[in-house]
């Protein structure tokens, strides 16, 4: 059988305004809804990948270390 799975990456800007994806949203700060989400989704030998805008949302920002 082939791989199977299910996940979510959430919109984030990085240090130079790029708007990346990550597999979780943090809770601290709390950023409110997401802006946009990837929803994707492998089984057996394919893979289906969609991007869903939420428009009231908002981009989360990766914190600096």
């Known amino acids: 059988a082939g791989r199977q ?3 979510f990456s959430f919109s984030y800007l990085d240090e130079e ?3 990346v ?3 979780f949203w943090l809770d601290e700060p709390y950023y409110g809804i997401p802006r946009a989400v990837t929803v ?3 089984r ?3 893979t289906l ?3 869903i ?3 009231q949302g908002r981009t989360g ?3 600096h270390e």
């Open 40 to 42: 994707k989704l492998e």
């Open 17 to 19: 305004e790029t708007l």
């Open 49 to 51: 990948e969609k991007l």
């Open 61 to 63: 920002r990766i914190p």
């Open 21 to 23: 994806f990550h597999p």
């Open 53 to 55: 805008s939420i428009p």
């Open 5 to 7: 799975g299910f996940e």
């Open 44 to 46: 057996e030998k394919e």
